[in-house]
């Protein structure tokens, strides 16, 4: 059977990887991306991610069986909060009624391993109140003392949210599971730039150690996805699936489970 998926991020990366095998499963997908996909839009801005939820809604006229929302990205900037949370949590909302309609829907998103690690609280409380005047306000303040705390925070932001929204009315009580899968090092466009320089790529490695395969290509984390919002996947929700080589494990020890 043909299902009819939508996946952000879905021109490069992860997103591109996830689309890939779906469609090579003979599901329908609909790609939104910046540019080179079925919807272009910039789900960074309100605008953009209401131009969003109205094409995946013509495009799958009001019925959607997935959604999978993969865009993110990590550069040093205050912007970084409104694409990774602000702009998975609104297309989540956005497209909820769409996914309530199908007859055994499902909805993932993409975590990180940096969602453990130290997080800004003023910047994850305002995400959490859907706030993002404010989580852009502590941004810019936050910049100031170092970046480094700012992607960690929109992944634990996320992590957050997706637990409390998947038992929240309209979600599980509408046959919705809501998971996230949180890679550790993937090789993608967004990491090139770390492989390239030595001193990057040891820090890296110290931070996120991988001691099960190593780095993983991006169809690794597609594959787990794909899972998480296959019919197979009946009774998980809320769940934050680690798909980082051990890292997780590395880093918080066998008292976290
Ligand atoms: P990527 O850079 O290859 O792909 C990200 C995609 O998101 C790009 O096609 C980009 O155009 C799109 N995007 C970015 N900003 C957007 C916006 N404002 N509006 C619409 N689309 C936008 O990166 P990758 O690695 O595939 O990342 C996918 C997800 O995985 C992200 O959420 C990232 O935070 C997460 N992740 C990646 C890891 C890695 O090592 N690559 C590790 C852990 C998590």
Not at 32 to 56: F, H, P
Not at 233 to 242: A, D, I, K, P, R
Request: with cysteine.
């Amino acid at each position: 059977m043909s299902r009819r998926i939508a996946v952000t991020g879905a021109a490069s990366g992860i997103g591109q990887a996830l689309a890939r095998q779906l469609t090579e499963a003979g599901d329908t997908v609909i790609g939104i991306d910046l540019k080179d996909a079925d919807i272009c839009a910039d789900l960074g801005a309100a605008t953009g991610r209401a131009s969003a939820v109205e094409g995946v809604l013509e495009q799958c006229g009001g019925v959607l069986d997935a959604l999978v929302l993969c865009a993110g990205i990590n550069a040093p900037s205050p912007a970084l909060i409104s694409v990774n949370y602000f702009g998975v949590t609104a297309l989540a909302e956005g497209l909820r009624p769409a996914l309530a309609a199908a007859r055994a829907p499902r909805a993932a998103v993409v975590g990180s391993i940096s969602g453990t690690q130290p997080v800004d609280d003023e910047v994850v409380a305002a995400c959490l109140a859907g706030d993002e005047a404010a989580a852009l306000a502590r941004a810019e303040a936050v910049m100031g003392e170092g970046p480094q705390k700012l992607y960690p925070s929109s992944k634990a932001a996320l992590a957050q949210w997706l637990r409390r929204t998947c038992v929240a009315p309209g979600w599980a009580d509408a046959g919705i599971p809501l998971n996230a899968v949180a890679p550790g090092v993937v090789r993608t466009p967004m990491s090139a730039a770390l492989f390239a320089d030595e001193r990057m790529k040891a820090v890296m490695d110290r931070a996120v150690p991988m001691p099960l395969g190593g780095y993983a290509g991006p169809e690794v984390i597609a594959a787990s996805l794909a899972w998480l919002i296959s019919p197979a996947n009946t009774h998980m929700t809320g769940q934050v699936l680690y798909v980082d080589g051990g890292a997780e494990v590395s880093l918080r020890g066998s008292s976290v489970f």
